[in-house]
Structure formats: C-alpha cells, structure tokens
C-alpha cells in the first residue's frame, strides 16, 4: 500500500510543478527545481536546497522530490503554498536597492538572500534592514595595495556626503574617500579565493583603482554591498526626480562584462605577445599584469562603431599571429589580441561587439573625458575622445 501511495504523492509533486511560479526555484529562479521545503511550501534547486538544509530542520525542511518519500501532510503544505504564495509573504517588502540573485549568482549573495527570506525575515520586518539607512561603519580586511596581505581597516559609508571612507588608524584622517556616485562594487570569490569578497573600482587621477576587501561574516559582506546600492539609489532619486525606479536601480553596481588571460602585443609589428589579466567593465577595457593588480597596466575606451570603433577575428598582414588572434580597433590605434582557444576568442570578440553597437549614454562620454591613458611610446598623458 506504501508504493502506491508514494506513487500517488509523487504524480500529484509533478503536476504541482506544472502550477505557475512552481517550475522555477522560488529563491534563484533556475529551472526545473528538483528539491522542495516541505515546511515552507516551496520548490527549489539543489543549489539552493543546500542553503535551506544548512539553516537546520527548525527553519526548512527539505525533500527530493523524486527520491525520497512524501508524506500526504507534507503534499498538502506544498498545495496550500506554491512559489508564488510564499514570495508574496516573504518578499513582501524587499527594499529596490537589494539585488536579488539569480541562478549563476556569487554563493555568497544567493545564502544571505535565503538566510534573509526564511532566518532573518528582513523582508517581513524592514527594521532588520540595517543596509537602508544610508550609513555604515565597520571594519574589513582590505588587501595591500603594494603586497598580497590583508589588513584590517576601518571603513565609514555615508550617504550624505557620498563618500565611502577607510582609515588606516580609526582615530586619524581616512587614507581615502571615495565618491560613492563614482564607485562601483562586485562580488569577487574567483580572483580573491575568498568567497565573502568584493571589488571595489572607481577612477582616481584619471585612472582606474581597485580595492580588494572581505570580511570573515557572509552576511557582513553582502550587508555592505547593500549599504552602497542603496545609498547610490537614495542619492540618484534625489538628483532624478522623475526618473523611474528600476531605470535608477540598473545604474547602482554592475558585474564585469567578462575577465580571463589574454596575449597581447605592444604597438609595433615586433612586439612580443605578453600575457595579461583583462577586464571588460562597461566601455573600459582594461589590462593588468595580475588579476589583483591595485591599478590596470592601460585602460581602453570602448567607443561606437560609426565612430571608428571594430573587432575582427585575425591580425593584419606582417603582424605575428599567435593564433586565436583578434584586433581590437579604435581610433587610436589597433590592438593584436590572443585567447586561449576559439571559443574564447569567439566569446570575447561576442562580448566587446555587444558594446561597440550600443550607443553611449552621457554617463559613458563623462567617464571617457576623465580616463587617462598613457602611451608606451611617450611620457605625455592623452584624454580619451568620447565621441
């Protein structure tokens, strides 16, 4: 009799997949969730059910929906639930500054998400949004800009001033104040080896920096990451009144485009191929010797396609080709690029054509004005055009 009751349950699992909002993960919205919180009344992916069993039975309860047994207690949770009643009760006020993961999410942004949800129900109770109030102190490790060490570092976010400080000694002046209108933020686990890691990138005296920080708490970490898209959002209603909400939102932090190995040559025919970390954030494309290089080795705008800007595969004729070769055109000058393989190629040339097509927003022509590049041939420093 177990069998065929079992046999029964699990038709009717599959049929409840078939309901709208159940046949994504109600946390990532992957598809064809495999797992359930029979407790909560929720499908979800193996990803995010590792998530749900960490936090411990008292909070999810989680089944196979195929490979273990359901009781009929358990089935009907799942029917009075589903996804979609479940996020209208536990995403009932997330704030828009909070960037909901989706499926190939950093791992750290898809647990505090869940913890967030279902432990904390900050979203439940906005007062245990600590992230909202456009202000911010603490302490994280942040990286040595001239060796490989972490220090810990006192860091000040204040929307007000639209300033994100750190200090060297807590009681002294920072050793730096960033514009938070001109900072960017990513999750950077792969680079650091750190899972609770960020990168934070912004442009001082013409040229791009990059601070590496953690933090031994994951939720500390996003919490932090937070803080600034809200505090950016705040500040960018102010300034844009009539500006829509999610239109703003989609300005507050952004992932790089994409970053891997590539070889590249200097400006004449007989330079050698050199191997560099590159970096594609928005229109900058840039160079470093190391991935958690403080500063790039050299910064290329990417422009319009009308206005001189190209990418094919190949090199010109008389230039070494060191195979999976491609030329990145500006007006400038060319660039002799060299991937890994032709899916890489492939992949990069996809990617810096996605943003030679798209039309330059007055945000990109003002970041354009203030990059400086330096020549290799000359000591003098050159504005990029941004036309």
């Not at 195929?66 to 006020?93: C, F």
Request: with cysteine.
């Amino acid at each position: 009799m177990v069998p065929i009751m079992a046999d029964r349950n699990e038709k009717q699992l599959m049929e409840l997949l078939k309901r709208p909002g159940n046949n994504v993960c109600a946390d990532c919205g992957s598809k064809n969730p495999e797992w359930a919180s029979y407790n909560i009344g929720i499908f979800v992916c193996t990803r995010c059910a590792g998530v749900h069993r960490s936090m411990g039975a008292h909070i999810s309860k989680v089944k196979h929906l195929k490979l273990d047994r359901w009781e009929d207690s358990q089935l009907e949770r799942m029917k009075e639930v589903g996804n979609n009643a479940a996020r209208l009760r536990y995403e009932e006020r997330v704030p828009p500054c909070y960037r909901k993961p989706v499926e190939d999410d950093p791992q750290v942004l898809v647990e505090q998400w869940i913890r967030a949800k279902y432990q904390r129900e900050e979203f439940c109770h906005p007062e245990r949004q600590g992230y909202v109030s456009g202000y911010m102190e603490g302490f994280l490790m942040k990286r040595g800009k001239e060796d490989s060490r972490y220090h810990p570092r006192k860091f000040v976010l204040s929307e007000a001033d639209d300033t994100l400080k750190y200090h060297v000694k807590e009681k002294k002046d920072p050793k730096a104040v960033l514009r938070l209108s001109e900072l960017n933020v990513a999750f950077a686990p792969q680079k650091t080896g750190n899972l609770n890691s960020l990168q934070l990138t912004f442009i001082k005296d013409g040229s791009t920096r990059h601070i590496y920080v953690y933090h031994d708490d994951p939720a500390v970490i996003v919490n932090w990451y937070m803080a600034i898209r809200c505090a950016k959002l705040h500040r960018l209603q102010v300034a844009y009144p009539a500006a829509n909400e999610s239109e703003l939102v989609g300005h507050l932090t952004r992932d790089f485009i994409r970053e891997g190995w590539l070889y590249k040559t200097g400006p004449r025919s007989s330079d050698a191929y050199k191997k560099r970390w590159f970096t594609m954030d928005n229109r900058k494309l840039m160079y470093h010797d190391d991935p958690l290089d403080a500063h790039p080795k050299g910064e290329i705008f990417l422009g319009h396609v009308l206005d001189g800007y190209s990418v094919r595969v190949g090199v010109p004729p008389g230039t070494r080709d060191q195979g999976f070769s491609f030329t990145l055109r500006t007006p400038e000058r060319s660039y002799n690029l060299s991937a890994a393989s032709d899916e890489d190629r492939d992949e990069w040339i996809q990617a810096i054509d996605s943003v030679l097509e798209r039309p330059l927003t007055p945000q990109d022509s003002s970041i354009a004005a203030r990059l400086v590049r330096k020549r290799v041939s000359s000591s003098t420093m050159n504005i990029f055009s941004a036309r």
